[in-house]
T-cell receptor, first 118, second 113 residues
Framework: DAGVTQSPTHLIKTRGQHVTLRCSPISGHKSVSWYQQVLGQGPQFIFQ???????GRGNFPDRFSARQFPNYSSELNVNALLLGDSALYLC?????????????????FGPGTRLTVL | QKEVEQNSGPLSVPEGAIASLNCTYSDRVSQSFFWYRQYSGKSPELIMS????GDKEDGRFTAQLNKASQYVSLLIRDSQPSDSATYLCAVNRGDSGYSTLTFGKGTMLLVSP
C-alpha cells in the first residue's frame, strides 16, 4: 500500500513569496496533520484536519493556513515567507481523529517538503 | 518546564549492545506514547507505540511506560550500525477534540561497529 505522499520534495523561495505544499494521506485515513521541523528540533504541530474541518491549530501565525479536500488530501499554504520559515514540512495521516489508547490514531509521516527561504 | 524532554545525546553504544533511550513528559492526561526513528535528512518513521503501563516488545525493540512517573523509554537490543539515527519521543495530549503529537527534541544514537 502507498504511504503518505507529499509534493514537492524541495522548494526554494524568496522572502515575501507564497508557497503551497500538498499531501495525500494513506488510503482510508481521514485525518491529516501538518508539522514543521527545524534543524535540531522535533516536529512542531501546525494543523490537524479531519473530514475537511480544521480540528486543531498550533502556535503559528495567520500566515499559515491549510485545507482538506473531499478525497482527504490536504494543502498547507504559507504567505509572506520569512527566513525563519525555512524548515522540513511534514504531513502525517491517521485513520481517525482521536481514539485514546488505541492504534487508530497512530500518525504516519510522509517524506516531507524541504522549504528554503532566501 | 518542557512538555516532552529527551537527552539530545549523542548516545554511543558498540554493536551488539543494548541502547536505552529515555523520555519524560509533563501532561498527566496523556494517553498515547510513540517512538519515531529519523535518519538524517529523512522523515520520522513510527517504530513503537505504547498505551498502558508496562513493557511492550516488538522484535529488538522494547517500549516501557510508567504513567505515575511520567516516563517512557525505548530499549534496542543487539544494536546495529543501521540503528544509528535520531529517536523522537512523541506524546498524544489525550484531548478528545484532536490528536496533537508533542515531540521531544530527539536523542541521537550512534552504534559503532
Amino acid at each position: 500500500d502507498a504511504g503518505v505522499t507529499q509534493s514537492p520534495t524541495h522548494l526554494i523561495k524568496t522572502r515575501g513569496q507564497h508557497v503551497t505544499l500538498r499531501c495525500s494521506p494513506i488510503s482510508g485515513h481521514k485525518s491529516v496533520s501538518w508539522y514543521q521541523q527545524v534543524l535540531g528540533q522535533g516536529p512542531q504541530f501546525i494543523f490537524q484536519y479531519y473530514e475537511k474541518e480544521e480540528r486543531g491549530r498550533g502556535n503559528f501565525p495567520d500566515r499559515f493556513s491549510a485545507r482538506q479536500f473531499p478525497n482527504y488530501s490536504s494543502e498547507l499554504n504559507v504567505n509572506a515567507l520569512l527566513l525563519g520559515d525555512s524548515a522540513l514540512y511534514l504531513c502525517a495521516s491517521s485513520l481517525v481523529l482521536y481514539r485514546g489508547g488505541f492504534k487508530d490514531n497512530e500518525q504516519f509521516f510522509g517524506p516531507g517538503t524541504r522549504l528554503t527561504v532566501l | 518546564q518542557k512538555e516532552v524532554e529527551q537527552n539530545s545525546g549523542p548516545l554511543s553504544v558498540p554493536e551488539g549492545a543494548i541502547a536505552s533511550l529515555n523520555c519524560t513528559y509533563s501532561d498527566r492526561v496523556s494517553q498515547s506514547f510513540f517512538w519515531y526513528r529519523q535518519y538524517s535528512g529523512k522523515s520520522p518513521e513510527l517504530i513503537m507505540s505504547i498505551y498502558s503501563n508496562g513493557d511492550k516488545e516488538d522484535g529488538r525493540f522494547t517500549a516501557q511506560l510508567n504513567k505515575a512517573s511520567q516516563y517512557v523509554s525505548l530499549l534496542i537490543r543487539d544494536s546495529q550500525p543501521s540503528d544509528s539515527a535520531t529517536y523522537l519521543c512523541a506524546v498524544n495530549r489525550g484531548d478528545s477534540g484532536y490528536s496533537t503529537l508533542t515531540f521531544g527534541k530527539g536523542t541521537m544514537l550512534l552504534v559503532s561497529p
